[in-house]
């Protein structure tokens, strides 16, 4: 029987909602950097990327995650899943040349 109240997620829930969060996270700064970067040396994409980094925490937070149980893996899981789905999508998109 699980000693988990019920106002707690369950590691799996909370996986699943960090994971969720920074791959949309990701995909969605991709597509904010095309918009607004002029070109593929543009540091405005950077710029959105790290955004979206700092912006998921207090998300987390809101959808019911303890972030005070972060550990340094934690923030770098989060950093490299948002990175890697920003660079892939915005790299899809630059080399289409989508609008």
Known sequence: ??????E?????????TVTTLSALAGL??????????ASATDRLGVAVLIAAIVV???VLS??????DDFST?????????TF???FVSWGIL??????
């Open 56 to 58: 998921q925490f207090p």
């Open 8 to 16: 707690e997620m369950s590691g799996h829930m909370r996986g699943l």
């Open 94 to 99: 630059l080399s289409t040349a989508a609008l």
């Open 28 to 37: 969605a700064a991709g597509v904010a950097a095309n918009q607004i970067a």
């Open 1 to 6: 029987m699980a000693t988990d109240t019920a």
């Open 62 to 67: 809101i959808l019911g995650v303890d972030i």
């Open 73 to 81: 893996k934690d923030y770098i899981f989060v950093a490299f899943m």
């Open 84 to 86: 890697s789905l920003w």
